[in-house]
C-alpha cells in the first residue's frame, strides 16, 4: 500500500520575509546611489574638460595676435573677449578674468579685464606701459558653478608671452 505524502505547505515567515525585502531596498538604495555619484562625475568631468578648452581657446587667441594688440585692453575687449569660446556653454554662470601683468621687469601694474556670465566685458585696470615691455605674463580665469551640488569652481591658465615671439 502506497501511503501519499502531503506536499508541504510551509512558506517564509513575516520576519524573513520583512529582512528579505530590507535587504533588498538596501541593495536597490545603494545601486542609485552609485549611479548618481556617477553621473556627477561624468558631468564634473565633463565641465572641466570644457573649462581647459575655453582657457586654451582663450590663450590660443592671445598667441596668435601682434604685440600692439594683446597689450592694449579695449582691443582685447572689443576682439578677444566679444564672443563666447567655443564649448563654454557647458558651462553655468560662467565669467572670466584675464589679467597682464609685467614679466621679467622692474614695472608694476596690470591689466585687467572682466567678462562677466551675461557676456559683457569691464576693463577693471589698465597699464599703457605694457607695450615697451619685452615680456608679460598672461593670467587667464574661468568661474563657473558645477557639479556636485553647483559648487563654485575655478580655472586658470598662465601663459609667458614675448614680444616678437619665443625666437627673439
Given amino acids: ?3 501519499h505524502q502531503r506536499a508541504s505547505s510551509d512558506g517564509f515567515s513575516l520576519v524573513e520575509s520583512s529582512i528579505a525585502v530590507g535587504i533588498s531596498v538596501l541593495f536597490l538604495s545603494s545601486v ?3 549611479n548618481i555619484s556617477a553621473v556627477d562625475s561624468i558631468r564634473g ?5 570644457a573649462a581647459s578648452q575655453v582657457l586654451q581657446q582663450r590663450i590660443e587667441s592671445l598667441r596668435i595676435a601682434n604685440w600692439q594688440e594683446i597689450t592694449t585692453a579695449s582691443w582685447l575687449a572689443t576682439n578677444s573677449l566679444n564672443t563666447s569660446a567655443a564649448g563654454s556653454e557647458v558651462l553655468k554662470n560662467l565669467s572670466e ?7 621679467g621687469s622692474a614695472n608694476v ?20 606701459g605694457l607695450l615697451t615691455e619685452n615680456a608679460i605674463k598672461a593670467i587667464w580665469t574661468v568661474n563657473y558653478t558645477g557639479a556636485p551640488n553647483d559648487r563654485a569652481i ?3 591658465i598662465v601663459a ?3 614680444k616678437g615671439g619665443v625666437a627673439k
Avoid: C, H, W
Avoid at 568631468?45 to 574638460?49: D, F, L
Fill in 109 to 128: 601694474g596690470n591689466t585687467q579685464l572682466i567678462r562677466d556670465s551675461s557676456g559683457s566685458t569691464t576693463i577693471v585696470s589698465q597699464n599703457a
Fill in 154 to 156: 575655478s580655472r586658470q
Fill in 1 to 3: 500500500m502506497r501511503l
Fill in 45 to 49: 568631468s565633463k565641465e572641466s574638460v
Fill in 32 to 34: 542609485f546611489t552609485m
Fill in 160 to 162: 609667458i608671452l614675448a
Fill in 97 to 103: 578674468t584675464l589679467t597682464l601683468e609685467p614679466y
